[in-house]
């Protein structure tokens, strides 16, 4: 009898960690692209809960867009996959039953427009990472390179995932298949508009325009939920808990929270039932989050990690850390905003680091460093861009930037190597080779790089001194010494 988690071995989970639908039994709603842990730990669960809660058939078919590993773990378990939640006091497992179908987008992308064509599906979300957007993060224009530009301008199959909406929706068009909202997931300031424009711009470059604009939103979401990689004991865990092997288990923090603009022309899973927030505008809390918590998150994986520190809540326990924190969150997160009604930043601010605070998750502090060019913008940038338009000296901000541009010189203060995972890595590489590697070497290569940096911040005197003061101290003292005497 095989001992992997199926259909069939489904009566072998304790009952309370069994789906909360009935696997396959709600028709497909939804198409989801990027079959990541985020996904799999968050909407998929919001949107079991709304179906146990409310039914519908909303079922999710998910597209992995290039990696086929999690697909085929999938595929060998029925679509069923577990979610373990990591608490103080203890964890708990459940198997998530609302994934009806998959699809491989880089071997069958044909299949993929065929369901954004079809009626049935009302909805297309998307976690494809701040970079699949193709949009530069610092000034939001569209980066048309060959393989988009195929995508639009040919029949050959689509490359990107903008390719594959716009494929999509022209076959929609073609089908009739009716109105349909395209709800980004990922953590991009005011998702919702920045999809917006990217659809928007697309239908032009493919007479598309009038019908997308009779036909399609673009409803804006804040998500939350801290989900790291998987590992080895990930596995382990859930084999414990289940009482069956599966190997596309995944684990995360208990909180959970996704907030919702209420724009959806062809109906929704009712997941104000699972928990979730349905609002007019939810760009203040996407602000919110994306300061505070994301903001937070690569602080202290670039400074954990430039010490030594393997994980977030390794790394919260240096010297200093938390407290140098807590004055980012004060002195320049909370006042470069205006936080939703009722929301007290640094309230807020702090339940960001009791959650980073869970050693159980082992989450990695390179994980959260990954990608730092896509993600520093809306993250760091943009609050210090703003606490100096008010006229202040934005010093935390800066040594979070500071500690960016030291982490990918790719050593740790320890002289073991750190990995630049970045869709810029070469652009920045090339910079750096060509600088002289002194603090205000590395501030003006990497201050150049426009698409990070905007212009006002480029040139901007105050910022650039602040950046060259942070790294002289880590030159002199280390990343560990200058946070123990930071705040
Ligand atoms: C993290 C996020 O890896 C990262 O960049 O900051 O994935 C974070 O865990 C989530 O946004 C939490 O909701």
């Not at 009626?119 to 980066?143: N, Q, S, W």
Request: proline share 7%; aromatic share 4%.
């Amino acid at each position: 009898m095989s001992d992997r988690l199926r259909l069939s071995t489904l009566s072998r989970v304790p009952a309370a960690s069994r789906p909360r639908i009935t696997p396959g039994e709600a028709g497909a709603g939804i198409v989801h692209l990027g079959l990541g842990a985020f996904f799999r730990a968050h909407q998929a669960v919001f949107t079991e809960d709304a179906m146990a809660a409310a039914g519908g058939d909303w079922g999710i078919v998910g597209v992995a867009p290039r990696s086929v590993t999690v697909l085929e773990a999938l595929r060998a378990q029925d679509n069923l996959y577990s979610v373990t939640t990591l608490a103080a006091g203890g964890r708990s497992a459940r198997v998530i039953g609302s994934l009806a179908g998959l699809r491989h987008a880089a071997s069958d992308p044909g299949a993929v427009v065929a369901l954004i064509a079809d009626p049935a599906i009302r909805m297309v979300t998307l976690t494809v990472t701040e970079k699949a957007y193709r949009l530069d993060p610092a000034t939001g224009r569209l980066l048309l390179d060959d393989d988009l530009r195929g995508d639009l301008e040919t029949d050959r199959p689509p490359r990107t995932v903008p390719g594959l909406l716009i494929r999509g929706l022209a076959a929609r068009r073609q089908a009739d298949g009716g109105p349909i909202a395209l709800v980004s997931c990922d953590n991009l300031p005011a998702n919702g508009h920045l999809l917006r424009g990217l659809v928007d711009h697309l239908a032009e470059a493919t007479a598309l325009s009038g019908w997308v604009r009779e036909n399609v939103t673009c409803p804006g979401t804040m998500v939350d939920r801290i989900v790291p990689a998987s590992t080895a004991e990930t596995l382990a865990v859930a084999r414990g808990e289940l009482g069956v092997r599966d190997e596309a288990a995944l684990w995360g923090e208990p909180y959970r929270a996704w907030i919702i603009e209420d724009d959806f022309p062809a109906g929704r899973p009712a997941w104000e039932r699972a928990g979730a927030v349905l609002t007019g505008d939810p760009r203040p809390w996407e602000r919110l989050k994306l300061r505070s918590l994301n903001g937070v998150h690569s602080a202290v994986a670039y400074l954990g990690a430039l010490a030594g520190r393997k994980t977030i809540a390794d790394a919260l326990t240096l010297p200093g850390m938390a407290a140098t924190m807590r004055r980012f969150i004060a002195e320049d997160i909370a006042p470069s905003f205006t936080a939703p009604d009722g929301v007290d930043t640094v309230e807020y601010g702090e339940e960001v680091l009791r959650r980073f605070d869970n050693p159980a998750m082992g989450h990695r502090t390179v994980q959260v460093a990954m990608d730092g060019s896509q993600k520093l913008p809306q993250r760091v940038l943009h609050a210090v861009r703003d606490r100096r338009a008010a006229g202040a000296t934005p010093r935390w901000g800066a040594l979070v930037v500071a500690a960016w541009m030291r982490f990918v010189r790719g050593v740790a203060d320890d002289g073991s190597p750190l990995p630049l995972d970045d869709p810029l890595a070469g652009v920045i590489r090339a910079r750096l080779e060509k600088a002289p590697d002194t603090p205000p070497g590395l501030v003006d290569a990497l201050l150049g790089l426009d698409s990070v940096f905007a212009p006002e911040l480029a040139g901007d005197e105050v910022v650039r001194q602040l950046l060259v003061d942070w790294l002289t101290d880590f030159d002199r003292h280390g990343v560990a010494a200058t946070l123990a005497s930071a705040a």
